[in-house]
């Protein structure tokens, strides 16, 4: 088996964003990693990361300004979501979660996940880690998260929609698709792979997080190549939208500072309507729908 790659450490030192979040804003992807010695990483993982404990990442957030998060499982972890379990409990309904489960997990696991604040489950496509799953557990795993209301979150590259479109379509839950599909910014707004996501998009049940900026850029620092990706989406579905730091940025080429990727979203969308649409008014409708009223 090949050895798992030792990742970068996230920037140590966030600068404090001119933009202040409004209340309740959300970051809605980022993880926790370990730490090791208590949550063990997957023996299976493609990489090794540093430890990114919960008290780091409310750190961060009180910092940033945002007093809610999402957590998403990771593929160093694997299967075993006890990290994520341990930190939404910790964070008394402050953090919602995405975990990572196949078609073995048992009903205990599920009401362990639901209670504990899990609202989705997600699978990999990409290659670097791992490729595309079995479809068929994808399916069996719907079939066990739909009574709970979960949605899917799919990490997949914009090109390989057109493989998998009629596919997650046709299993009617919504979705979302990470990082704004993971498209080449340096391919143009013309370029397959994002018409297909603009024309997923138009899709009730299709949601995409304009996160990952660092992910899309072709440039790098400050990853402005990549605004233009995000602002289509907003457009094209304002009301599926979410936004996340993806901290501590597992896998970038190039590490970003959060608090600077606080104000590349402030100057992507311009509109403070807009910007509380997606840090506060989506993320609710999607994870902490029992506070809405009527």
């Not at 980022?30 to 990361?49: D, L």
């Not at 850029?217 to 995000?230: I, N, Q, V």
Request: net charge negative; aromatic share 8%.
């Amino acid at each position: 088996m090949t050895e798992p790659k030792t990742i970068l450490a996230p920037d140590p030192n966030p600068i404090k964003p001119q933009y202040t979040p409004p209340p309740a804003a959300c970051d809605a992807h980022c993880h926790v990693f370990g730490p090791g010695a208590t949550f063990a990483y997957s023996a299976n993982r493609s990489y090794t990361p540093p430890d990114a404990p919960k008290e780091q990442l409310a750190a961060l957030h009180k910092h940033l300004g945002f007093s809610r998060a999402v957590l998403v499982q990771a593929s160093c972890h694997g299967l075993d979501n006890a990290a994520l379990v341990d930190a939404l409990t910790w964070s008394k309904g402050a953090w919602r979660g995405v975990c990572m489960i196949d078609d073995t997990v048992s009903e205990a696991e599920l009401e362990t996940l639901h209670v504990a604040g899990v609202r989705g489950a997600r699978f990999n496509f990409v290659a670097h880690l791992g490729g595309a799953p079995d479809l068929k557990v994808i399916e069996a795993v719907v079939a066990r998260i739909a009574p709970l209301g979960w949605h899917l979150q799919v990490h997949l590259d914009a090109e390989d929609i057109l493989t998998y479109r009629d596919f997650l379509l046709g299993l009617e839950m919504p979705f979302i698709i990470d990082h704004m599909g993971r498209v080449v910014a340096k391919n143009g707004l013309d370029q397959r792979p994002f018409k297909l996501m603009l024309d997923l998009m138009r899709e009730e049940r299709v949601w995409t997080k304009v996160s990952g900026f660092e992910r899309v850029s072709s440039a790098g620092k400050p990853f402005h190549d990549a605004m233009p990706y995000a602002r289509a989406l907003v457009e094209a579905a304002p009301d599926r939208v979410l936004w996340g730091t993806d901290y501590p940025h597992p896998n970038v080429k190039e590490m970003p500072n959060d608090g600077e990727q606080v104000d590349l979203f402030a100057q992507t969308i311009t509109d403070e309507a807009m910007r509380i649409r997606i840090l506060v008014d989506n993320p609710t409708r999607l994870y902490w729908p029992e506070t809405l009223k009527g």
